[in-house]
C-alpha cells in the first residue's frame, strides 16, 4: 500500500504562485507514474500534469503548459506541482496520484487511466 498526502494549497490572487507538496509512504518503489488531478465544483476532475518515476518525462494539460511544473524527489519520496501566473479558472481541489504501472507516452491515456492510489486532495483558490 502506498499513501498520499497533499500539502501547500491555499488562497492566492491572480498571477501569483503557489507550490503543491505530496508526501508519499509505504511501499513507494512499486509507483511508476504519478500525477497531479483537479476538481473544481461542478466539474469533472482533470489531468494537470503526469510524472515518470525516475522524473524524466513529463505530460501536461494544455491549459496549465508554460506555467506548472511537476517533478519528484525520490529521495524524499515527495511529488510537487510547482504553480505560477495562476488564473481563477486554476481554482479547485488538487489531488495527487500513482499506480504500478508504467506511465504511457501520452497526455491523453495518462489523464484518463486508473491511477491505484490518490491522496485527500488539497484546496487552491485564485481571486481576480
Known amino acids: 500500500q502506498v499513501q498520499l498526502v497533499e500539502s501547500g494549497g491555499g488562497s492566492v490572487q491572480a498571477g501569483g504562485s503557489l507550490r503543491l507538496s505530496c508526501a508519499a509512504s509505504?511501499?513507494?518503489?512499486?509507483?511508476?507514474?504519478w500525477g497531479w488531478f483537479r476538481q473544481a465544483p461542478g466539474k469533472e476532475r482533470e489531468g494537470v500534469a503526469v510524472?515518470?518515476?525516475?522524473?524524466?518525462?513529463?505530460y501536461y494539460a494544455d491549459s496549465v503548459k508554460g506555467r506548472f511544473t511537476i517533478s519528484r524527489d525520490n529521495s524524499k519520496n515527495t511529488l510537487y506541482l510547482q504553480m505560477n501566473s495562476l488564473k481563477p479558472e486554476d481554482t479547485a481541489m488538487y489531488y495527487c496520484a500513482a499506480t504500478m504501472n508504467l506511465c504511457y507516452s501520452s497526455s491523453y491515456y495518462n489523464f484518463r487511466r486508473q491511477y491505484s492510489y490518490w491522496g485527500q486532495g488539497t484546496q487552491v483558490t485564485v481571486s481576480s
Open positions: 509505504g511501499y513507494t518503489y512499486s509507483t511508476s507514474c
Open positions: 510524472i515518470n518515476s525516475g522524473g524524466g518525462t513529463t
